[in-house]
């Protein structure tokens, strides 16, 4: 079912902050627009490495800014699939609850979400733009 981990990001309550962290004290570049409220933090050897506003990913999993309570600070991770319905329904049919019926995110990606056995957010995703590493 899991072709490869997408990507990872840290879900975060102040983005100014947490920009400035990995850009300022960590020294790595950062594509970030003010206001916004996903980042990316450019690592070496590391497909997708994100920075997510709390509110975002509340909005993003339960449709509802109002649920950031549910969503868990500290970082998320996503495991890329060959189809998103499928690996839902296999995730399901193991006994694992999704948080997140599967949908077309806003920028084109498949998602569906679940939380791990610690309570962290995860995702499996569709992403063919992304399934090569970069040279």
Request: net charge negative.
């Given at each position: 079912?899991?072709?490869?981990?997408?990507?990872?990001?840290?879900?975060?309550?102040d983005m100014t902050a947490a920009?400035?962290?990995?850009?300022?004290?960590?020294?790595?570049?950062?594509?970030?627009?003010?206001?916004?409220?996903?980042?990316?933090?450019?690592?070496?050897g590391v497909i997708h490495f994100?920075?997510?506003?709390?509110?975002?990913?509340?909005?993003?999993?339960?449709?509802?800014?109002?649920?950031?309570?549910?969503?868990?600070?500290?970082?998320?991770?996503?495991?890329?699939?060959d189809e998103v319905q499928a690996?839902?329904?296999?995730?399901?049919?193991?006994?694992?609850?999704?948080?997140?019926?599967?949908?077309?995110?806003?920028?084109?990606?498949?998602?569906?979400?679940?939380?791990?056995?610690?309570?962290?957010?995860?995702?499996?995703?569709?992403?063919?733009?992304?399934?090569?590493?970069?040279?």
């Amino acid at each position: 079912m899991i072709r490869h981990l997408a990507g990872i990001a840290e879900v975060v309550e102040d983005m100014t902050a947490a920009v400035a962290f990995y850009r300022d004290v960590l020294g790595l570049a950062v594509e970030y627009e003010e206001g916004s409220r996903y980042g990316l933090v450019l690592v070496p050897g590391v497909i997708h490495f994100g920075l997510w506003s709390r509110a975002a990913a509340a909005i993003a999993t339960f449709g509802d800014e109002a649920q950031v309570d549910r969503i868990p600070l500290g970082f998320t991770v996503g495991f890329e699939v060959d189809e998103v319905q499928a690996g839902s329904n296999e995730i399901e049919s193991n006994g694992w609850p999704m948080a997140q019926s599967p949908k077309t995110e806003p920028w084109g990606q498949k998602t569906s979400r679940f939380f791990s056995t610690s309570g962290a957010l995860c995702e499996i995703s569709d992403t063919p733009a992304a399934r090569r590493l970069k040279d």
